[in-house]
């Protein structure tokens, strides 16, 4: 009977392990993003948003090349996207890989019952704004970690 039951338990194991992944990686000439495979992607105009079917949120994703923006105004620039009258000292900022330097931002917007957070990476003229959106009521459980899970596997290829 141990036997069984340990045979049973190693083969159902197995399984889980051989299971397909049900991610998908969506890949730009300048960045690749792993997604939930049941995702929708549109890009308009280079403006790539990345949204479950139900459309509770969305990740999206700008970029942008030549574009003049000092280090000293990038928190300024954060917080104007948002109309925020939030202190920059909201704004977390450090070094990341390949050189690009991170901004880091949380807001609530409180009118719209939407979070928001936000990550801008900046180097020389290249900034890419990254960015979730999701509808307050969803925003706990399954769809919080997926929603991260995605936003955090966003990597930069130069």
């Known amino acids: 009977m141990k036997k069984t039951v340990f045979l049973f338990a190693f083969i159902f194991s197995l399984s889980l392990f051989a299971q397909k992944s049900d991610t998908e990686v969506f890949d730009s000439e300048n960045y690749s993003i792993t997604m939930p495979n049941t995702w ?44 925020s009258s939030d202190d920059e000292k909201k704004i977390k900022s450090g070094g990341a890989k390949k050189g690009y330097t991170e901004y880091f931002y949380e807001y609530f917007d409180e009118k719209e019952n939407l979070f928001w957070i936000t990550k801008v990476f900046q180097k020389n003229k290249d900034l890419y704004i990254v960015s979730i959106n999701c509808q307050q009521k969803y925003w706990n459980g399954n769809y919080m970690k997926v929603f991260n899970e995605t936003f955090d596997s966003f990597k930069i290829k130069k």
């Open 40 to 83: 929708k992607v549109t890009n308009d105009e280079g403006i790539v948003n990345i949204f479950p079917t139900n459309q509770i949120g969305a990740i999206t994703i700008s970029e942008y090349h030549d574009f003049e923006l000092p280090k000293t105004e990038t928190k300024k620039f954060i917080l104007a996207l948002y109309n």
